[in-house]
């Protein structure tokens, strides 16, 4: 048995001493990521010792909001715009070429196809070009990783990806290693937001109109006054199990905005005189669910053993962790659970380029997924996260009851 340890070890160890002197024959000191898995065309560069040196993005933002949404095709037609003029701009920042790269990270999976490829293509072609390696990355496994830059955050870690296209609870058990325990059954609360301010018409106030829909509800909510006119429902209160729904509270709130603007005779493009309230109630309810099903994930990871009791840790990423009502929320549910919480920095909450050359650092560093033979490399959009343990949280139909969130 000791043998079999042994020569088991040893073959691993000769494995990681090749990997560790192949990787030496790349030349270069730094890791480029790219990032168009969606509508932002993002590019950073991270040295090995894990310093940013630089970072460019050309966020679709404006154009969105004025198509009232993501258009595929004009998504796609921007990053290949845009995809050039940022690699290019974020190398001369940086004061770098291609020579001083040792591997492109790129985003592969999950996403928009049409916004995807641009990102792969342009990888596959630096790549040839310059003879690199390319870093394959899922898009969700770098927003979970993504407050390890700056935070010290060990293995395993509980974490909360909140954003416009995903809602999910997962352990991070390492740079590859996920165990998904919940996820949205239908949208993300980021697309709640982005869709009832659109109804709500807070674009037309100079204040949101040029912001998304998360930021315009968080700064109007701010100036509510008497949220608590607009009831609004806990969502899948009755399922003991971690997944989400956003559906019931995003109707909820547009059918109590009907009813107000024909109590007001509201006509055109004004706004309802409650819109603050209403705003304020739909974060409160978002934030109630979110704290909800987190409480949930804590108490299956203590049955089960599934983060160490010493060093028991949350993560909260994706754009909509940068609400600080939602952040706040679950700060208050981390002290009553003994859990540290931590967020990236706001401007790698939402997508970017940096996450993606960092998730490419932590496999650079480890050897995972490093290609050399990139001609088999392809996109994936859906693609879900890690392996689902979503079965075993069902089973064990865990009764937890909403704590009383006091912030
Ligand atoms: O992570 P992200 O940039 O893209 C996706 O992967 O979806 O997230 C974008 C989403 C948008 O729906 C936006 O409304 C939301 O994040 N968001 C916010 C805030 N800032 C951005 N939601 C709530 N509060 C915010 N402050
Ligand atoms: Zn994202």
Same mark, same amino acid.
Request: aromatic residues 6%.
């Given at each position: 048995?000791?043998?079999?340890?042994?020569?088991?070890?040893?073959?691993?160890?000769?494995?990681?001493?090749?990997?560790?002197?192949?990787?030496?024959?790349?030349?270069?000191?730094?890791?480029?990521?790219?990032?168009?898995?969606?509508?932002?065309?993002?590019?950073?560069?991270?040295?090995?010792?894990?310093?940013?040196?630089?970072?460019?993005?050309?966020?679709?933002?404006?154009?969105?909001?004025?198509?009232?949404?993501?258009?595929?095709?004009?998504?796609?037609?921007?990053?290949?715009?845009?995809?050039?003029?940022?690699?290019?701009?974020?190398?001369?920042?940086?004061?770098?070429?291609?020579?001083?790269?040792?591997?492109?990270?790129?985003?592969?999976?999950?996403?928009?196809?049409?916004?995807?490829?641009?990102?792969?293509?342009?990888?596959?072609?630096?790549?040839?070009?310059?003879?690199?390696?390319?870093?394959?990355?899922?898009?969700?496994?770098?927003?979970?990783?993504?407050?390890?830059?700056?935070?010290?955050?060990?293995?395993?870690?509980?974490?909360?990806?909140?954003?416009?296209?995903?809602?999910?609870?997962? /352990?991070? +058990?390492?740079?590859?290693?996920? $165990?998904?325990?919940?996820?949205?059954? =239908?949208?993300?609360?980021? %697309? @709640?937001? #982005?869709?009832?301010?659109?109804?709500?018409?807070?674009?037309?106030?100079?204040?949101?109109?040029?912001?998304?829909?998360?930021?315009?509800?968080?700064?109007?909510?701010?100036?509510?006054?008497?949220?608590?006119?607009?009831?609004?429902?806990?969502?899948?209160?009755?399922?003991?199990?971690?997944?989400?729904?956003?559906?019931?509270?995003?109707?909820?709130? /547009?059918? +109590?905005?009907?009813?107000?603007? $024909?109590?007001?005779?509201?006509?055109? =493009?004004?706004?309802?005189? %409650? @819109?603050? #309230?209403?705003?304020?109630?739909?974060?409160?309810?978002?934030?109630?669910?979110?704290?909800?099903?987190?409480?949930?994930?804590?108490?299956?990871?203590?049955?089960?053993?599934?983060?160490?009791?010493?060093?028991?840790?949350?993560?909260?990423?994706?754009?909509?962790?940068?609400?600080?009502?939602?952040?706040?929320?679950?700060?208050?549910?981390?002290?009553?659970?003994?859990?540290?919480?931590?967020?990236?920095?706001?401007?790698?909450?939402?997508?970017?380029?940096?996450?993606?050359?960092?998730?490419?650092?932590?496999?650079?560093?480890?050897?995972?997924?490093?290609?050399?033979?990139?001609?088999?490399?392809?996109?994936?959009?859906?693609?879900?996260?890690?392996?689902?343990?979503?079965?075993?949280?069902?089973?064990?139909?865990?009764?937890?009851?909403?704590?009383?969130?006091?912030?």
């Amino acid at each position: 048995m000791m043998n079999f340890t042994r020569s088991l070890y040893k073959s691993g160890q000769k494995r990681q001493i090749q990997f560790l002197n192949n990787r030496r024959n790349y030349s270069g000191s730094a890791i480029l990521g790219i990032e168009t898995s969606c509508d932002d065309t993002g590019c950073a560069i991270i040295r090995h010792d894990g310093n940013l040196l630089s970072d460019s993005l050309h966020s679709q933002n404006l154009m969105h909001l004025r198509n009232g949404g993501i258009i595929p095709d004009v998504a796609q037609d921007l990053h290949k715009k845009y995809i050039e003029p940022t690699v290019n701009e974020t190398l001369q920042k940086a004061k770098l070429s291609m020579e001083d790269i040792s591997a492109i990270a790129v985003t592969l999976r999950p996403g928009l196809a049409l916004s995807l490829v641009v990102g792969m293509k342009y990888a596959k072609y630096l790549a040839r070009l310059h003879r690199k390696p390319i870093i394959p990355i899922h898009h969700m496994e770098a927003h979970a990783l993504a407050a390890r830059m700056h935070h010290n955050i060990s293995f395993p870690f509980l974490v909360l990806l909140i954003s416009g296209g995903h809602c999910l609870l997962a /352990i991070a +058990q390492d740079v590859n290693n996920f $165990k998904l325990l919940g996820q949205s059954m =239908d949208i993300a609360p980021g %697309e @709640v937001f #982005d869709k009832v301010a659109r109804r709500m018409k807070l674009r037309n106030v100079a204040e949101y109109s040029k912001i998304c829909g998360g930021q315009a509800i968080e700064i109007a909510a701010s100036k509510a006054t008497n949220p608590h006119v607009f009831k609004l429902p806990l969502s899948l209160a009755e399922y003991r199990d971690c997944n989400f729904s956003f559906n019931g509270l995003k109707t909820s709130v /547009i059918s +109590q905005l009907y009813k107000k603007e $024909k109590e007001h005779n509201i006509v055109a =493009d004004k706004l309802i005189p %409650e @819109v603050n #309230d209403l705003c304020a109630a739909l974060l409160m309810a978002v934030s109630r669910h979110l704290v909800h099903r987190t409480q949930r994930a804590m108490e299956f990871c203590e049955q089960n053993d599934l983060i160490p009791k010493d060093n028991k840790q949350l993560v909260v990423s994706g754009g909509v962790a940068c609400n600080n009502y939602i952040f706040n929320a679950l700060t208050y549910l981390c002290g009553e659970s003994d859990y540290k919480i931590y967020r990236p920095l706001p401007k790698l909450c939402t997508d970017n380029g940096v996450m993606i050359a960092w998730n490419g650092l932590e496999k650079w560093r480890r050897g995972i997924d490093i290609i050399t033979d990139i001609s088999k490399l392809d996109i994936q959009a859906a693609s879900p996260l890690g392996e689902s343990l979503i079965d075993e949280v069902v089973n064990a139909k865990i009764p937890t009851k909403l704590m009383k969130i006091k912030i």
